[in-house]
């Protein structure tokens, strides 16, 4: 079992920065690769970024890329998403998840474990 722990949602204005935080209860950097997903209402929960186990590489969401970046600091067990020039549209719940499969995936089915969840709100 591998518990995850979001934080630092929070209401920005558009252009702004937020840095969110994944804090899981175990070791994953050679276990699980890592992604986030986010679900504004109204929409299905969508890919955002994805972290490898062991190499660390990265996948992004083409509405993502370049503005987002995704890191783990392996020593805290805890993984990143840093956003940059934030958008009204990227206003959504976003939630950290695990998975165990061998390569990093955009599906959420590929994932075993999801945290609850922080809300990022973009004015404009």
């Known amino acids: 079992q591998v518990q995850l722990v979001e934080s630092g949602g929070g209401l920005v204005q558009a252009g702004g920065s937020l840095t969110l935080s994944c804090a899981a209860s175990?070791?994953?950097?050679?276990?699980?690769?890592m992604g986030w997903f986010r679900q504004a209402p109204g929409n299905e929960r969508e890919f955002v970024a994805a972290i490898s186990r062991g190499s660390g590489s990265t996948s992004y969401a083409d509405s993502v890329k370049g503005r987002f970046t995704i890191s783990r600091d392996n020593a805290k067990n805890t993984v990143y998403l840093q956003m940059n020039s934030l958008k009204p549209e990227d206003t959504a719940v976003y939630y950290c998840a695990a998975s165990s499969r061998v390569r990093i995936g955009v599906s959420q089915g590929l994932y075993d474990y999801w945290g609850q969840g922080t809300q990022v709100t973009v004015s404009s």
């Open positions: 175990i070791r994953t950097d050679r276990l699980y690769n």
